[in-house]
Every structure is written in structure tokens, then in C-alpha cells.
């Protein structure tokens, strides 16, 4: 499979996330507990890879698997990662208003091709670089808040702790995604057995964040089981699968592709769900999104495009029978 | 001298001239015809531009002139498309508010380059046209107006004549640089002979529009010549001097760069002019005038860097004995 393909196909999920998600409320709340999804679709995960790993290992080629305790233990790492970047998360919003984080967030872009860069040892051209902080830029220039809004917080009044931690924020998400990617490509492993260690401790370190909200509270919903599944609606159990089947995608990209692509996959889903937006719930299009849409766009051409559709080669280094296919894949996996 | 030099120059300058004009008024209005300040820059380019050739006859080496009527016919045109220009623009301003007239003229970037590309045959790389692109949507987003702004007029909503009128107006003002490019570009002429030429009929028509201007209002101010220098302060001479100074070095580049280096410099003049303002005038620096001016610099860097410095180029296509110098001049020249 192409890694555009899937690249393409994760954009289009993870846009549907925002609008199913949003489908799935019922006047303007949730009749679910929202935060029961993340761990069915870590179990969705865990079920699926399961069946397809099963299917590799009766298969006449088996699977490749390294069941040394050395390697299985560093899969916990990504979950660990992500519960930490939970509460730096939850920290930050003390400090910063949601929009000003959102902002932020787009620095995430930037340190995963830092993060990237360092740990993968991938050499990025100047090209890439200028692509990929054009990619932070246009995705903030969508997101700036327009003339007439109705609620106006500077960007540039929050104390510097809600900066710093707002950094630390995009650091910890980058690096999540980036030590995924190590793991993946650490060994030949098959992706299915990958997936099934990665997604064994993922819905553990769910539950266990399930069940310390539920301490934090003092049990006043009740156990999170007996809230598992109530006021789940048909949408609902659609944004599960379609939340587990993201990262599926997520975990093929990381071990086939890298973080760069999947960077660049969910900044644009992220502009196709504003783009859908319009025309779903009526929101109004602004200058800002056109702009960071054009911005955006070109910043993917920058990145993924081969130099010799973008520049002129003197004449000795035109390979003329080069498919454009051929040397996308060349670059990818340079 | 290097054209980089003089396009630093330009920019300093057309970032001055807004400042400038701002300093030079008094109690929020001007205290003096504002009109005639082209005018009088016109002179004064005329005399320094005659000055120059006066030097350049009695050096040992004449100038080369052409005196043919056949070439000296041309040299109105660029005035004659900048009085259209003018008109169309006063048309376009009753269609449309300031601040869209002011998005819309930054299509003026991508109408300079299409133009330069149909008009001076000059092939554009791919990264090129996007660098262009960018330019124009870097500005673009540096305007756009913020979260809490005083007026809200909506970008969309004005007539289509309005943006019909504003494309034209960006026409217009790109033919105009263009054809004064292929005019100082057409023969191996002195420059200065070139700018008298260009700068007599400049002041010629800047005369006849102060005269139509005081026909459209009945002579009620009087007749231009008398409200000529009334009111004018020191400021508003150094107005007039920096206005005329911008349009020599406007001249220059067109002869030695070109159309999109001009183009380059007058956008980042505006960007300058926004962060100067944030110190002089106390303006809120907003997070759009950050986006645009990062937008700005990799356009810039885009367009003008040797290609070996922002991609890696097979080895074959390599000349390391290439200095940055040299190679960027052969960009501009080739």
C-alpha cells in the first residue's frame, strides 16, 4: 500500500473525529462519558490487530516476533508519555485560555521535525524546514480569531508558566510520536504484534486513567464500568471506530511512513474539518482559513514534492525516466 | 552596485515614507495640499535625473541616448496607465471598503509576477510562483483585522464590480511596473536619460491631474499652483525628498533587477512599517503581523536563495567553486 494513500485516508478520519464528535451530542452536552471512548477504541485496536496477528501466525510465512522482555517493556513508554502530556496538558489550561492553547499547539509541528530530526537521525533539506514551519503557520493563521468574535483573550497575556508549559506540551506530544516511530522501525517485528503490545498497555494505562478519575471525584458518578457504555447512541459507537481506526492508520504510517507525514495528514484534516464546518453547521468562512489553507498546501508541495518539480536542475542531474511515483518514494525513504 | 543593496535601500525608504507622512501631519489632518507632494517629487527626480546625465555629457565616455521619436513616444505610457490606474482605484473605493481595497491590492504581487512572466519572458521555477503566492499571503495575513478591532467590515460581502475593480486595479499596477521595466530594459540608453524622460512626462501628467482635480472641484481651493507650497513644514519637504529618492531607486531596479525584486521590497516595506508603527505609534503588535512577516522571510528565502541551499542536489549537479554571490546573480540575470 502507498503511504499517500493511507496518509490521505487518516486525513479524512480524523476530520470525520471532529464532526462525528460533535454529531454525537445532544442538546449541545454529551449524554455519554466522553472519556470511555479513547479506551474502546484502544480495546477496538487491540481487537483487531489481535485477529490480524492471528491470521499472520496461521498463515504459511509467520510472523516475525521479539518476545524479549528488552523490547516488549519499552512499549509502555508511548502510553506513559501521553499520560504525562495528559497533565501537562490540564496544567496548562490553568494558566492559558482554551483558544491561546489551541494556538500553541501548532508548535507541535515544529518540535516533532526537531524531535524527528534528532532521534531518527533523518536529515531534512532547508526546503523541508521552511515546509514545515509554513505547515505551523498557515494551520495558526486558520485558527487566529477573527473581527467580531465574540470572545477576544490575547494571545499575549497569559503568564509565562502557561508559555513554558504550553512548550513543554508540544515537546511531550512530539515525542510520543516520535519514539512510536523508533519502536516501529526498531526491529522487522510485524506491525500486527507491534500493535498489540502498543494497544495491551494503551487500554491498561486508559483504564487505570478511568479509574483515577473516578478517585479524583471520590466515586460520586460511580465506577467508570457501570458508566462504560450508557447513553451510548449509534454516532457514538461511529466516533469509537472511527477513533480506533485512526490510530490504526496512525501505527501503519509510523512504521512505514514517519512522523512527518502524519503531521502533515492531521494539519490537513484539520483544515477539512473547518472547511466541512461551513457547509454542516453554518459557520462562517473567513480570510484566515482561505489564507492558511493556500499556506498549508503549499507547504506539502515544498515538502513532498521532488526537487525537480520545483526547481530547475542543471541538465547532468535530470533523471528524465524518473516517474514522479518512483521519486516520491525515493524521497520517503531516504 | 548590487541590487540587493538597493533594495534594502527601497525597502528603508518606502517604510520611512508611511512613518513619515504620519509624523507630517498635524492635530489628525494635513496641513498642506497633499496632492502636490507627488508632483514635487516628480521635480525632483527630473532634476536629479538631469543633473546626472548633465555629469555623464561631459564625462570622457558620453552616455548612449536615444532621441528617436519611435522610442521617446513609449516613455508616457507608464503615466498614462498609472492616471488610469488612479481612477479605476477611485471607482473601486466606492464599491468596496479601505481595508478590503487594501487586501485586494496585495493581488498585485501575483499579477506583477504573471505579467513579468508574460511580458519579460523570464521563466519562473515552480518554487518560485509559490514563493510568490506566499509573498502575497503573507501580507495578506498581516492585515488581517484582528479580534476586538474597531470597524468589522466583512471582506465578502461587497458588490462584485468592487472585486472586479480591484482585480483590474491590480492589473493595471502591475502592467505599469512591467512596461517601465521592459522600457529601461529595451536598449543600452543611460539610465538618466532614460529617467528624464520617463520623469518629464511624469511631471507633466501629475500637473494635469492637479489641474483636473481643481476643475472637478470649481477652482474652490483655488488653483493648484497657489496652494503649492502652503503649509509645508520641514516634514513634509522630507516627505517630498524621500518620495522622490524612493522612485529613483524604484528606477534603478528596474533597469539593473527587476519587477519582483521591487515587489519584494515594497512588501516587506509595509511589513517594517507595521513593527515600526507597534514602537512610534503604540499599535498592538498582533499575532497576524508575526505569521506574515515569518511568511514573508521563507518567500523571500524561497525566491532568491541558490537553489544548492535549499535542497540537496545530486552530487553531479554541484559546483562547489559557486560562491552565494555569484550564484545569486546568475538567478537574477538568467
Redesign the interface.
Known sequence: MQWYFIAALLTILTSSQGILTTLSQSNGGYSYDYATVPFLAEIFKLVVSTFFLWRECNSSSPPRMTTEWRTVRLFPIPSVIYLIHNNVQFSTLTYVDPSTYQ?MGNLKIVTTGILFRLFMRR?L???QW?AI??LA?GT??SQ??????AS?DS??SAPMQGYMLGLLSACLSALAGVYTEYLMKKNNDSLYWQNVQLYTFGSIFNMARLLLDDFRVGFENGPWWQRLLSGYTITTWIVVLNLGSTGLLVSWLMKYADNIVKVYSTSMAMLLTMVLSIFLFNFK?S??LF?GI??CV?SL??YF?P?H??????V??KRPTDTLKEVTVQQAGE
Open positions: 494556538i536529515r533539506s532547508t526546503l521552511m514551519v509554513l503557520v495558526t493563521t487566529v480569531k477573527g473581527c467580531g468574535e477576544c494571545l499575549f468562512p480570510v484566515q489564507l493556500i499556506i503549499i508541495h515544498m514534492a526537487v518539480m520545483l526547481v530547475d536542475l542543471p547532468t542531474s
